[in-house]
């Protein structure tokens, strides 16, 4: 078995990890080493061939591959090291990382670790859908790989469950390649994607959005003969008298994404319920010294320029803490979303630096403030004319402005 | 005077707009309002006289170390061509090597836009050299 001690390992090659590590590169560590398990760099965006990307990093509008290229290239060009088709098995709270590749077990000792692995996608099991198991249900994401990266066509007559981002882009997706997709159904009584989408995607082709609707039952014995569909009541229970059945051979679910966080909690790393991501301070430190999270596997984003803007982050903040250590904190100042807001991160922070807090709200609204109250008193303040629970929030508090204060509230108004 | 409301796909801020048509002889549109920037009400009255669309998809590669080369159109093309610039898309293929950024289809079904490669696609077997990337 091989062994290695290495300064700075980061666990994923997508735009977060490839950011990180260009970041602490940047940032004067000498010695990092990204483990990707594809056999590419570039994660999720290599599938992702609809433009959108980069309107905040680059002031234009890229393809998924374009902006991961831009990447990629500067990571090339600082001859950072990347090990492809390998998989980290296990990590311990000593940063000791078991890693398998082509040349067999290698485990490896790092001096601090990023964790960007990443999320995946909620799947039929997560939802109890009910009926049979027939081939042609997919989730939207694997259907995208298939068609955008395999060359294979998943079906010919489409139902979408789910308004998510990447269910709506399949629904155009599969329009532009022939496929007649019927509608796209939410259980929610607002859409869970971005609102150009629905414009962009749905409306541009014509495709019905249905919400406060959801499958009640998949029908077909080997592949997908048709879905029961049916409006919900308040509870989320279905109404009988409104169900009706759509035949159709694919089912893409496009229900959720979730934080694969199966090492971070391997190794014992606290994490936070509301976002199923790792508990982390405004360094992106998690509570294990030396483990940094960032990116998809802290919490899920909407829009990947902000993944890259806080990976950069946890790279340049894991590069110091080799150079210098923990730094002196005299104390901790906790953040706690109240009234309407669903998750704040960071969850701590040390007050002695100006930070920036993401968040997401609980319901759609219009013409609310965000606010951080600290000690009942207004430290930081935004008007949204709109909010949206498919939206992150991002507000900026000054360090100056907490005046001693051991919790801040998140908040609306 | 009729008005007419509208999402903006310019940038994921999605605003919701509300613009004037005002009815001659020809269409037109006045104010335009609800945008945060200033890209909105462009795109608006663009979009109420002839909406312009990317679209982006791919095509196959011969003898490459990926069976397709994503692609997208590198400026906006009216949106009742989408369909039939997506059928010069399908009909075409091409050899490996590719590059980002390659012009692959000038001019598809006679608009000004030209579909290009957004990545690259290497020859089969020929490793990524010089990278400090290892298998």
């Given at each position: 078995m091989d062994r290695m001690k290495r300064d700075l390992v980061v666990i994923g090659g997508g735009p977060a990890g490839i950011s990180a590590a260009i970041a602490a590169k940047k940032a004067g560590c000498p010695d990092v080493l990204l483990i990707e398990r594809d056999k590419m760099l570039g994660g999720i965006l290599n599938?992702?061939?609809?433009?959108?990307?980069?309107?905040?990093?680059?002031?234009?509008?890229?393809?998924?591959?374009?902006?991961?290229?831009?990447?990629?290239?500067?990571?090339?060009?600082?001859?950072?090291?990347?090990?492809?088709?390998?998989?980290?098995?296990?990590?311990?709270?000593?940063?000791?990382?078991?890693?398998?590749?082509?040349?067999?077990?290698?485990?490896?000792?790092?001096?601090?670790?990023?964790?960007?692995?990443?999320?995946?996608?909620?799947?039929?099991?997560?939802?109890?859908?009910?009926?049979?198991?027939?081939?042609?249900?997919?989730?939207?994401?694997?259907?995208?790989?298939?068609?955008?990266?395999?060359?294979?066509?998943?079906?010919?007559?489409?139902?979408?469950?789910?308004?998510?981002?990447?269910?709506?882009?399949?629904?155009?997706?599969?329009?532009?390649?022939g496929a007649k997709v019927e509608a796209v159904f939410e259980l929610l009584p607002y859409p869970s994607g971005l609102q150009r989408n629905i414009q962009q995607c749905l409306n541009d082709?014509?495709?019905?959005?249905?919400?406060?609707?959801?499958?009640?039952?998949?029908?077909?014995?080997?592949?997908?003969?048709?879905?029961?569909?049916?409006?919900?009541?308040a509870h989320y229970q279905p109404i009988e008298s409104t169900k009706r059945h759509i035949p159709c051979d694919t089912l893409l679910l496009s229900i959720g994404l979730i934080p694969e966080n199966e090492l971070t909690r391997q190794a014992g790393v606290s994490m936070a319920p509301a976002t199923s991501g790792a508990l982390v301070d405004d360094?992106?430190?998690?509570?294990?010294?030396?483990?940094?999270?960032?990116?998809?596997?802290?919490?899920?984003?909407?829009?990947?320029?902000?993944?890259?803007?806080?990976?950069?982050?946890?790279?340049?903040?894991?590069?110091?803490?080799?150079?210098?250590?923990?730094?002196?904190?005299?104390?901790?100042?906790?953040?706690?979303?109240?009234?309407?807001?669903?998750?704040?991160?960071?969850?701590?922070?040390?007050?002695?630096?100006?930070?920036?807090?993401?968040?997401?709200?609980?319901?759609?609204?219009?013409?609310?403030?965000?606010?951080?109250?600290?000690?009942?008193?207004?430290?930081?303040?935004?008007?949204?004319?709109?909010?949206?629970?498919?939206?992150?929030?991002?507000?900026?508090?000054?360090?100056?402005?907490?005046?001693?204060?051991?919790?801040?509230?998140?908040?609306?108004? | 005077m009729k008005t007419r409301k509208l999402i903006c796909i310019v940038c994921p801020n999605g605003c919701e707009l509300t613009a004037e048509i005002i009815t001659g002889e020809t269409l037109a549109v006045g104010e335009v309002t609800?945008?945060?920037?200033?890209?909105?009400?462009?795109?608006?009255?663009?979009?109420?006289?002839?909406?312009?669309?990317?679209i982006a998809s791919s095509i196959l590669v011969k003898g490459g170390d990926y069976p397709l080369v994503s692609v997208r159109t590198d400026s906006a093309i009216p949106r009742e061509m989408i369909q039939t610039v997506m059928a010069v898309i399908k009909d075409k293929s091409i050899s490996a090597p590719v590059e980002i950024g390659d012009v692959l289809i000038p001019n598809p079904a006679g608009t000004s836009c030209n579909i290009i490669a957004t990545r690259h696609v290497n020859v089969a077997g020929i490793r990524d050299q010089g990278s400090g990337i290892r298998n």
């Open positions: 599938q992702c061939i609809h433009d959108g990307f980069g309107l905040h990093r680059f002031g234009e509008t890229l393809t998924g591959p374009e902006y991961a290229q831009r990447h990629i290239d500067e990571f090339k060009r600082l001859s950072i090291e990347a090990m492809l088709s390998t998989i980290v098995l296990s990590m311990g709270p000593d940063r000791k990382l078991a890693v398998s590749s082509k040349k067999g077990f290698t485990e490896i000792t790092a001096g601090a670790i990023i964790l960007a692995m990443g999320c995946r996608e909620r799947t039929a099991g997560a939802i109890s859908l009910p009926g049979t198991r027939p081939a042609g249900i997919y989730t939207a994401g694997a259907a995208q790989n298939m068609i955008n990266l395999q060359n294979i066509m998943v079906g010919e007559r489409a139902v979408i469950l789910g308004s998510g981002d990447i269910g709506m882009i399949m629904a155009r997706r599969m329009t532009l390649e082709f014509d495709i019905p959005l249905n919400l406060s609707t959801t499958v009640t039952e998949v029908h077909g014995k080997n592949r997908l003969t048709g879905v029961t569909v049916a409006q919900v009541d360094t992106l430190m998690t509570a294990i010294e030396g483990i940094f999270s960032c990116g998809n596997v802290l919490h899920v984003h909407d829009l990947v320029d902000y993944v890259s803007e806080e990976a950069e982050q946890a790279g340049t903040n894991a590069a110091r803490y080799l150079r210098e250590g923990l730094p002196k904190v005299e104390k901790t100042v906790l953040i706690k979303p109240v009234d309407g807001v669903r998750y704040a991160m960071p969850q701590k922070v040390s007050g002695t630096s100006d930070f920036t807090i993401s968040l997401r709200v609980t319901n759609p609204g219009k013409n609310q403030y965000l606010s951080v109250r600290a000690n009942g008193r207004k430290i930081a303040r935004r008007k949204k004319i709109r909010l949206h629970p498919a939206e992150m929030e991002r507000i900026k508090v000054k360090a100056e402005k907490l005046d001693g204060a051991k919790t801040l509230e998140v908040g609306l108004e | 609800g945008s945060l920037c200033d890209k909105g009400p462009v795109w608006a009255k663009q979009e109420i006289v002839s909406p312009m669309r990317t």
